[in-house]
């Protein structure tokens, strides 16, 4: 393991077994300004992630001692804000499916261009940074409540824990109800206008945000009125107000039928 880079800068760890990778994505971080922490086992890196500050993890997939996919969902529970970057020769669509469900935030496939894998981090980065736009006071629908500006969400009483870009994706939709939204907008507004990534990313993020308010609302010892994420094939998606309502939530009343040939989810 070694540590390279300035004071003050994105802290990024690296964890790759393979010495030319390493070194080849070290130095081009370093030369951009990047401090890098390069360890080559998972259980390593878990180390090293626990020990330094990361705001990033670049992860490779295949590595000596464990799966990078149980790094990468050990990463998130302890972690839950660290950026992940899965680095990896893994190209087949169900393995991008589970490294992003895992809570990798991007999928990048070997062999790739450092230039690109520049460019992505640079686009996660101002993302993150900048934060989703949004009004001071809270929005509630049904039982739904998201405080855009603290970053909260609730069902009833209770909070939701939802990864960052899980959230982003909420903040989006919940701020135009009954409201088609595309693909192309949620991609620029939740990751980057600039995203060079596959848009499969914010199918797994939606999948995985309506698996943890279902479960949340699945705990509740009374009924919640939830929104339904209608999925709208060859476009993107609506959230809509629930048909019914929960205890407490009277202020909602209109309901917003799918549309033919469109699916509709309930959380």
């Known amino acids: 393991m070694r540590t390279t880079g300035t004071k003050d800068a994105v802290s990024v760890l690296v964890i790759e077994d393979d010495d030319v990778i390493g070194r080849h994505v070290e130095a081009g971080l370093r030369s951009n300004g990047y401090t890098v922490t390069w360890t080559r086992t998972g259980g390593s890196g878990l180390v090293e992630a626990r020990r330094l500050p990361t705001d990033v993890v670049l992860l490779d997939l295949g590595l000596p001692d464990m799966d990078g996919i149980d790094v990468a969902r050990q990463l998130r529970d302890d972690h839950p804000d660290v950026l992940i970057l899965i680095l990896t020769a893994r190209s087949e669509e169900i393995d991008v499916i589970v490294g992003l469900d895992a809570g990798a935030d991007d999928y990048l496939v070997k062999p790739f261009s450092l230039t690109v894998l520049l460019a992505r981090l640079r ?4 993302r993150r940074s900048a934060g989703p736009p949004g009004p001071s006071e ?3 629908i049904g039982d739904l409540t998201v405080d855009i500006t603290a970053r909260r969400c609730r069902l009833g009483d209770r909070e939701v824990e939802l990864r960052p870009k899980e959230f982003e994706l909420l903040a989006v939709l919940i701020k135009h109800p009954g409201e088609a939204v595309s693909r ?15 848009t499969k990313t914010l199918d797994v993020t939606m999948s995985s945000l309506r698996r943890r308010l279902h479960a949340a609302a699945a705990s509740s010892a009374v009924p919640l009125a939830l929104p339904e994420f209608t999925t709208l094939r060859g476009h993107g998606y609506r959230l809509e107000p629930p048909a019914t309502q929960g205890e407490g939530a009277d202020d909602i009343s209109q309901t917003y039928p799918g549309d033919p040939g469109h699916s509709s989810y309930r959380l």
């Open 138 to 140: 809270p929005v509630r």
């Open 123 to 126: 686009a996660h980065l101002r």
């Open 184 to 198: 192309e907008t949620l991609m620029a507004r939740v990751w980057d206008e600039n995203w060079f990534g596959p």
